[in-house]
Nanobody
Framework: QVHLVESGGGLVQAGGSLRLSCAAS??????MGWFRQAPGKEREFVAA????????YYADSVKGRFTISRDNAKNTVYLQIDSLKREDTAVYYC???????????????WGQGTQVTVSS
């Protein structure tokens, strides 16, 4: 069965950094992405990455601060978050797609999420 498990979230002061991980099992995927959902808000797209890891796509709100990467040997995708802002507080979810194109919709599998909380 397909399984996506996020980790690495926590409580961080504004301006700090975190690295989130998403370990996949069951099979490998082409495009993978990160989404986030703040309390009372809809889930929103954060970043996506191609199979090779060369092509990436970011939401405007995180450009220059977030970096998505992947290690296919470990079947793991990462999200490096720098210069954290209070508005980054959310549950962060990884997602996997059979499609090759980087996209904001159409992901086939989802993890359960990891909480990121930015203080001050």
């Amino acid at each position: 069965q397909v399984h996506l498990v996020e980790s690495g979230g926590g409580l961080v002061q504004a301006g700090g950094s975190l690295r989130l991980s998403c370990a996949a099992s069951g099979r490998t995927f082409n495009a993978m992405g990160w989404f986030r959902q703040a309390p009372g808000k809809e889930r929103e797209f954060v970043a996506a990455i191609s199979w090779s890891g060369i092509n990436t796509y970011y939401a405007d709100s995180v450009k220059g601060r977030f970096t998505i990467s992947r290690d296919n040997a470990k079947n793991t995708v990462y999200l490096q978050i720098d210069s954290l802002k209070r508005e980054d507080t959310a549950v962060y979810y990884c997602a996997a797609s059979f499609a090759s194109a980087l996209q904001q919709e159409g992901y086939d599998y989802w993890g359960q999420g990891t909480q990121v909380t930015v203080s001050s």
